[in-house]
């Protein structure tokens, strides 16, 4: 069965650093493309990141350019989301989807079916 299962996420003060990992069991990684999305309370699921398959090419929103970096590991068939300078307003559930081919990546109206795989979530909280 195919699944993807983020981890990483968790309690952090403002200015902190989490790095978020989105592994796949059941299938692999290779020829998809993987997106981070957020979605915080009362507030739709908004897209973050996206790499493709090869890790040629990245996005970001606006709000994470120069704090968040995408990167991928294909042997261990693992996504990562560093995310550096957080600020309180980053609090949400941070999801990573699989698609194929290619990142189909917007920070907004995002539509779970537009990816083919999602994971369940992690909770990444900012907090003093």
């Known amino acids: 069965q195919a699944q993807l299962e983020e981890s990483g996420g968790g309690l952090v003060q403002p200015g902190g650093s989490l790095r978020l990992s989105c592994a796949a069991s059941g299938f692999t990684l290779d020829y998809y493309a993987i997106g981070w999305f957020r979605q915080a309370p009362g507030k739709e699921r908004a897209g973050v990141s996206c790499?493709?398959?090869?890790?040629?090419?990245?996005f970001y929103s606006d709000s994470g350019k120069g704090r968040f970096t995408i990167s991928r590991d294909n042997v261990k068939n693992t996504v990562y989301l560093q995310l550096n300078s957080l600020k309180v307003e980053d609090t949400a559930v941070y999801y990573c989807?699989?698609?194929?081919?290619?990142?189909?990546?917007?920070?907004?109206?995002?539509?779970?079916?537009?990816?083919?795989?999602w994971g369940p979530g992690t909770q990444v909280t900012v907090s003093s």
């Open positions: 790499i493709e398959s090869d890790g040629g090419r990245t």
């Open positions: 989807a699989a698609r194929l081919p290619s990142c189909f990546f917007k920070t907004n109206n995002v539509r779970e079916s537009e990816y083919d795989y």
